[in-house]
C-alpha cells in the first residue's frame, strides 16, 4: 500500500519551481521537482518537520499543514482527500481480512427497477461485480456466467478484468483511458481502506502479473470514478458508445452503481438488441455465451 511519505515525495516531484513561479537563478537541481527545503519553507513548516513527514517519522500532521502542502503541491480536491487519508494511517497498518461484500437490498430493488432497458451493474469497494441486470452483464462481460456475482469466490473483479483478460481489453476501444481511470481509483480506495488484506492481494497480483498495471500505478495518479465515456467494439452489435455514471448508494457507501446511457442513435439501438437478446436467453432458459469457466482466476497469467 502507498505511504505519505511516497505520494508527498511523488507529487513534489511533479511541480517545477517555474510552475509556481519560483526563482532559481539557474543553479543547477538535481531534483526533477521541488527540493524539500522549498516546499517546505511554502508551506510554512520547518525542514526538518517536512523531512520527518516524507521519511514517516512524524507522528502527526495537522489539517493546516496538510491543506498547506496541498495548495503548494497543487493537488486537485480527490488528490488533497487522498493526502488527507494516508496522513490518518498508521505507522504499520495490520492487514486483515473484510467479510464478503453484499449489496445491499435497496440497490438491488433499484437494479431490479431499472429492468434491462437501462444496463447496469452494483461494483463493490475493491471493483468487484456485486451485481448486474441482464443488459449490463450483456453490455460489458457477455463471455462470463450470468450468475457469477452471486457467489463472493467467483465474482468478476472489474480490474482483473481490464488487465488480465484480452477479452475485456479487445471490448474496449478506449481501453487506455479507463484503465488509467481504473489505476486511480484503486489508488484513491487504498487510501481509504490500508488494513483491506484484500485489497493489498488485488494490487499485489496486478502489479506482478501485469507490466502495464505496474507502470500505470508507479505513476501516481489518484483520481475518482463518477463519469465518463465508454467506446465499446462489442463482439455481439459491434460499436457502441455510452455514457458511464457513477452512483454511490448511501447504505452502503464503499459500493457504487454504473449505468450506462447511450451516446447516440445507433448505440441506442445496440442496447436495445442486447436487451432483446437478455429477455430471449431468458425465456428460453439460455444464458449466453460463457467462455471464461472462472471470472477470477484468468489462470493463464496473460498480458494486456
Known amino acids: 500500500m502507498e505511504t505519505l511519505g511516497a505520494f508527498l515525495k511523488s507529487r513534489r516531484d511533479q511541480v517545477t519551481p517555474a510552475a509556481i513561479g519560483l526563482r532559481t537563478f539557474g543553479t543547477a537541481r538535481r ?3 521541488l527540493r524539500r527545503e522549498e516546499l517546505a519553507q511554502l508551506a510554512g513548516v520547518s525542514v526538518g518537520y517536512y523531512t520527518r513527514l516524507e521519511q514517516g517519522h512524524a507522528e502527526t500532521a495537522s489539517e493546516q499543514v496538510l491543506d498547506a502542502l496541498a495548495r503548494v503541491l497543487r493537488l486537485d480536491p480527490v488528490e488533497t482527500v487522498h493526502l488527507h487519508n494516508l496522513a490518518r494511517q498508521p505507522a504499520r497498518p495490520g492487514l486483515s ?3 464478503p461484500e453484499e449489496p445491499h437490498p435497496r440497490v438491488l430493488a433499484l437494479l431490479r427497477a431499472l429492468a434491462d432497458a437501462t444496463p447496469a451493474i ?7 461485480v456485486l451485481a448486474w441486470n441482464r443488459a449490463g452483464h450483456a453490455l460489458v462481460a457477455e463471455h462470463l456466467p450470468f450468475d457469477a456475482p452471486r457467489d463472493p469466490a467467483r465474482r468478476p473483479s472489474v480490474p482483473r478484468m481490464f488487465f488480465l483478460d484480452p477479452l475485456t481489453r479487445d471490448l474496449h476501444r478506449n481501453w487506455d483511458e479507463l484503465a488509467r481511470v481504473h489505476v486511480a481509483y484503486l489508488r484513491l480506495t487504498a487510501g481509504r481502506f490500508p488494513t483491506d488484506a484484500r485489497l493489498a ?4 497480483e496486478l502489479t506482478m502479473r501485469s507490466d502495464t498495471f505496474a507502470t500505470m500505478w508507479a505513476a501516481g495518479e489518484v483520481a475518482d470514478c463518477t463519469m465518463g465515456a465508454m467506446r465499446l467494439r462489442h463482439p455481439t ?3 457502441v458508445s455510452v455514457t458511464y455514471q457513477v452512483w454511490l448508494q448511501p447504505d452502503s457507501p464503499d459500493h457504487r452503481l454504473e449505468i450506462y446511457t447511450p451516446d447516440d442513435p445507433g448505440s441506442a439501438d445496440a442496447l436495445r ?3 432483446h437478446q437478455s429477455r430471449a436467453r431468458l425465456d428460453t432458459g439460455l444464458e449466453g455465451p460463457q467462455l471464461s469457466p472462472a471470472p477470477l482466476s484468468f489462470s493463464e497469467g ?3
Open 31 to 33: 531534483v526533477p521537482g
Open 97 to 99: 481480512e473484510p467479510p
Open 122 to 128: 452494483v461494483l463493490g469497494r475493491r471493483g468487484d
Open 201 to 204: 492481494e488485488l494490487i499485489g
Open 237 to 239: 452489435v459491434g460499436a
Open 273 to 275: 438488441i442486447l436487451a
Open 302 to 304: 496473460l498480458q494486456p
